[in-house]
């Protein structure tokens, strides 16, 4: 990768750009591998990383999770897991161990048994939300086996998850009478907290552990404790206890997979790319002060306020706020680029840019070299 990215992403775009519709997502897959190989090596040869796979949402990047070796991740959705499972059966990869990070409820959880039980050579753990709610799942259990579940700890996020100390007063009482699961894991997400909060997530992982030793002293083993997304992996890597228990410690950072502008200190630390652009196209000049893109809100970061991504290339062309299909950007001075221009935005957030997509066009050094579908979008049915 010796040429500015952007000098690629032009290369690879110019034989197609005739027929490229614009807003379009694009992934650099050099990029992508750079930014895996320093998780990976962060993560101490990548066995203390359990990725989010709700960030890239394509077989194709998964892939590229495997390839460097990575064999454990987390999803959210059903789709999410219906991807993980077929994409471990179609590469014929083997150990890959994938939980549901997500309080289902219990007809959720036996949709995804159903598909969890096409695929039996994958490990799927499912997450409890409460002791109310791991008694509400057993129902719903095939009662042929016993599936691995992990505890949702409440560490100060108050998004899902139960204090530890209700998790401890009530272990006892639910693991003895709990049918179809197996507890196995502690999982608490900081989602909350920044790079430098680390005395704060100091005091959840603390939390975690002392957890994990009163589980074990009520005959509860904790295999895995799994903390963690891509704003403070440093902090739980870094802390002595969630490394030095009998239990195994991960994270799961997704966003840095393909990075956005938001991971300004992992970006710093790990030297990470950008790995997700949008091509857009100037639709409108005023010839003065301000040109419009066909990027608004529909087509990059949706959740975030002005400026919701950055022009490569252009640092004095400001985002400013979107309306559904149009962003304007300030020129700050500079000569208008022409009517239908295309530009690269890097998104602010990238996890919800991707998906707003239904495909990616994978770029490779100078090339177009595939299309990536994504597991986007909501359906109505549990099938
Ligand atoms: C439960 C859980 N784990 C991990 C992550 C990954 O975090 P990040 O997107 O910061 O990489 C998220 C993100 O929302 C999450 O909700």
Same mark, same amino acid.
């Given at each position: 990768?010796?040429?500015?990215?952007?000098?690629?992403?032009?290369?690879?775009?110019?034989?197609?750009?005739?027929?490229? @519709?614009?807003? %379009?997502?694009? =992934?650099?897959?050099? *990029?992508?591998?750079?930014?895996?190989?320093? /998780? $990976? &090596?962060?993560? #101490?040869?990548?066995?203390?990383?359990?990725?989010?796979?709700?960030?890239?949402?394509?077989?194709?990047?998964?892939?590229?999770?495997?390839?460097?070796?990575?064999?454990?991740?987390?999803?959210?959705?059903?789709?999410?897991?219906?991807?993980?499972?077929?994409?471990?059966?179609?590469?014929?990869?083997?150990?890959?161990?994938?939980?549901?990070?997500?309080?289902?409820?219990?007809?959720?959880?036996?949709?995804?048994?159903?598909?969890?039980?096409?695929?039996?050579?994958?490990?799927?753990?499912?997450?409890?939300?409460?002791?109310?709610?791991?008694?509400?799942?057993?129902?719903?259990?095939?009662?042929?086996?016993?599936?691995?579940?992990?505890?949702?700890?409440?560490?100060?996020?108050?998004?899902?998850?139960?204090?530890? @100390?209700?998790? %401890?007063?009530? =272990?006892?009482?639910? *693991?003895?009478?709990?049918?179809?699961?197996? /507890? $196995? &894991?502690?999982? #608490?997400?900081?989602?909350?907290?920044?790079?430098?909060?680390?005395?704060?997530?100091?005091?959840?992982?603390?939390?975690?552990?002392?957890?994990?030793?009163?589980?074990?002293?009520?005959?509860?083993?904790?295999?895995?404790?799994?903390?963690?997304?891509?704003?403070?992996?440093?902090?739980?890597?870094?802390?002595?206890?969630?490394?030095?228990?009998?239990?195994?410690?991960?994270?799961?950072?997704?966003?840095?997979?393909?990075?956005?502008?938001?991971?300004?200190?992992?970006?710093?630390?790990?030297?990470?790319?950008?790995?997700?652009?949008?091509?857009?196209?100037?639709?409108?000049?005023?010839?003065?002060?301000?040109?419009?893109?066909?990027?608004?809100?529909?087509?990059?970061?949706?959740?975030?306020?002005?400026?919701?991504?950055?022009?490569?290339?252009?640092?004095?062309?400001?985002?400013?706020?979107?309306?559904?299909?149009?962003?304007?950007?300030?020129? #700050?001075?500079?000569?208008?680029?022409?009517?239908?221009?295309?530009?690269?935005?890097?998104?602010?957030?990238?996890?919800?840019?991707?998906?707003?997509?239904?495909?990616?066009?994978?770029?490779?050094?100078?090339?177009?070299?595939?299309?990536?579908?994504?597991?986007?979008?909501?359906?109505?049915?549990?099938?």
């Amino acid at each position: 990768m010796h040429a500015p990215q952007h000098t690629r992403l032009d290369a690879a775009v110019a034989p197609l750009v005739e027929r490229l @519709a614009t807003p %379009a997502l694009f =992934i650099d897959l050099d *990029a992508v591998d750079h930014n895996i190989a320093a /998780i $990976v &090596g962060r993560c #101490g040869g990548g066995q203390r990383w359990r990725p989010h796979v709700k960030t890239i949402k394509q077989a194709a990047l998964l892939e590229r999770l495997f390839a460097a070796g990575v064999r454990a991740c987390k999803c959210a959705t059903l789709d999410e897991l219906r991807m993980v499972l077929e994409t471990a059966s179609s590469t014929g990869t083997r150990g890959v161990d994938v939980l549901v990070a997500y309080p289902l409820h219990p007809g959720a959880l036996e949709a995804a048994i159903r598909l969890a039980q096409v695929h039996p050579s994958v490990r799927v753990s499912f997450l409890a939300d409460s002791p109310e709610h791991a008694r509400a799942l057993q129902g719903a259990s095939d009662g042929e086996r016993r599936w691995p579940l992990f505890l949702d700890v409440d560490t100060g996020m108050h998004r899902t998850g139960t204090f530890a @100390a209700r998790w %401890a007063a009530q =272990i006892r009482d639910l *693991a003895a009478h709990l049918k179809g699961f197996e /507890i $196995v &894991g502690l999982h #608490g997400y900081e989602g909350h907290l920044g790079w430098d909060q680390r005395a704060e997530a100091a005091a959840g992982y603390d939390a975690l552990c002392e957890l994990a030793r009163r589980l074990g002293d009520a005959g509860v083993t904790i295999a895995e404790i799994c903390t963690s997304g891509s704003h403070t992996y440093a902090a739980a890597l870094d802390h002595a206890g969630l490394a030095g228990g009998p239990w195994h410690h991960t994270v799961s950072p997704g966003t840095l997979v393909l990075s956005d502008r938001r991971c300004g200190p992992a970006i710093a630390e790990l030297g990470l790319l950008q790995a997700a652009l949008v091509a857009t196209r100037v639709i409108s000049r005023d010839g003065v002060r301000r040109i419009t893109v066909d990027a608004g809100s529909k087509a990059i970061a949706p959740d975030c306020p002005a400026p919701t991504c950055e022009v490569v290339g252009w640092p004095e062309l400001f985002p400013q706020t979107p309306s559904e299909e149009h962003l304007p950007l300030d020129l #700050g001075g500079l000569a208008p680029p022409a009517l239908g221009r295309l530009l690269w935005l890097v998104p602010q957030h990238v996890c919800t840019t991707v998906n707003l997509y239904r495909v990616a066009l994978l770029v490779r050094d100078h090339a177009v070299v595939g299309e990536s579908p994504i597991a986007s979008g909501h359906h109505p049915w549990l099938t």
